[in-house]
């Protein structure tokens, strides 16, 4: 009977055990609508993103109290920084979270935390995956390539004398292919950087434009895909195109304000950018090993070999179900928000124009 007793107790002890909240390093892939919050990271004075995120996940369980003003004790990463009012389709955010080994599906996936947290998030925050990844993973660090996508609303700026040649605009898009010295296209100055011209050097692989019409507004999507963006980087850049699109810079002019000591260049608005994707490498930074990578892709699809060497958007932390709940949320709800956030914003508008018609400096040219 004893034997039995402690047999008994033995397994029930094994249960308690399996039942323990651990600490296990996981991605959570979100997008949201940013017209309510002062950008992506976590800021003192303003509501962010990162602050909703956290507070919920501390409501959870997931994050100790002793740590949850201090992200750097759960190992908190994201893997891109936004402005105030840019939104997103994914973007993806790690850290070090209090989790049951058993709410773990054999994809690696914990779709209870899912329903969680959308459950106590506002709506315009909504998680589309939580998926538990090697200790190693770090999105900043281990993503490949970034895509954003700017909607240039076309017949707002009409209306306000902005008249676009859109064929100039997508000529003057392309000067921006390929790498460039960026100084003039930041807000982000560094005084007292040593490798400073290695700073500005960034790399945009594609620029593609593409014509929408949505609630008989005109739209003009530009998606631009590269290695990382610095601060105000692609809203300089689509505002210097718009420069040349409507006559107040020459082609020459803007190829030349990428050496020039210091230019002047129009700002569009943020409200119209949104941050697509990120793109990871298959390797073994994301996931603990090839088994696991396996089990987590082929989930639910055909069974495929992954090159180490080839990027994936994504689909290493979505399934094609979760990428097109991903793409209905930002189509359906974030989308028409925005557009309503531009026919709204007559100041930004009206300062953008402004901007277009500075004095250009001629000294750039020599």
């Not at 538990?132 to 900043?140: A, E, I, K, L």
């Not at 807000?187 to 290695?198: E, F, P, Y």
């Not at 020459?252 to 050496?259: G, I, M, N, V």
């Not at 290493?316 to 930002?330: G, S, V």
Request: proline share 3%.
């Amino acid at each position: 009977m004893i034997p039995l007793l402690r047999c008994i107790q033995r397994r029930d002890l094994s249960t308690a055990l399996a039942r323990v909240r651990r600490k296990h390093k996981a991605a959570i892939v979100i997008g949201f609508y940013g017209g309510n919050y002062s950008g992506m990271q976590t800021n003192d004075l303003k509501s962010s993103i990162e602050d909703k995120l956290i507070g919920v996940l501390y409501e959870l369980g997931k994050i100790g109290f002793s740590n949850v003003s201090r992200p750097a004790k759960f190992d908190w990463e994201r893997c891109s920084r936004t402005d105030k009012g840019v939104s997103a389709v994914k973007i993806v955010v790690s850290g070090k979270f209090l989790d049951y080994d058993d709410e773990f599906l054999p994809s690696f996936r914990n779709l209870r935390a899912v329903e969680m947290l959308n459950a106590r998030l506002p709506r315009d925050i909504r998680v589309f995956s939580y998926t538990r990844v090697s200790n190693g993973f770090n999105p900043h660090l281990n993503s490949y390539s970034r895509i954003y996508s700017y909607y240039l609303p076309l017949s707002t700026l009409s209306h306000v004398g902005i008249c676009i040649d859109t064929k100039q605009l997508e000529s003057s898009l392309r000067l921006f292919q390929g790498t460039h010295y960026m100084k003039n296209y930041t807000g982000s100055i560094r005084h007292r950087n040593k490798n400073l011209r290695q700073f500005y050097l960034r790399t945009i692989y594609s620029i593609h434009t593409t014509p929408i019409t949505l609630n008989n507004q005109s739209l003009l999507r530009i998606q631009l895909k590269g290695n990382s963006f610095l601060y105000h980087q692609i809203r300089k850049m689509v505002g210097a195109a718009v420069a040349v699109a409507c006559g107040s810079w020459s082609r020459a002019y803007l190829a030349a304000s990428f050496d020039a000591e210091s230019v002047q260049v129009p700002l569009a608005p943020s409200t119209p950018l949104v941050l697509d994707s990120v793109a990871f490498r298959a390797d073994k930074n994301v996931f603990l090993n090839k088994q696991e990578l396996a089990a987590t892709v082929l989930s639910g699809r055909k069974r495929r070999n992954l090159n180490p060497n080839r990027t994936y958007d994504h689909i290493l932390l979505l399934d094609d179900q979760e990428n097109r709940e991903a793409e209905t949320f930002f189509r359906q709800f974030t989308l028409p928000r925005i557009m309503e956030d531009i026919e709204k914003d007559v100041d930004g508008i009206d300062r953008f124009y402004k901007s277009l018609h500075l004095g250009l400096r001629y000294d750039v040219m020599k």
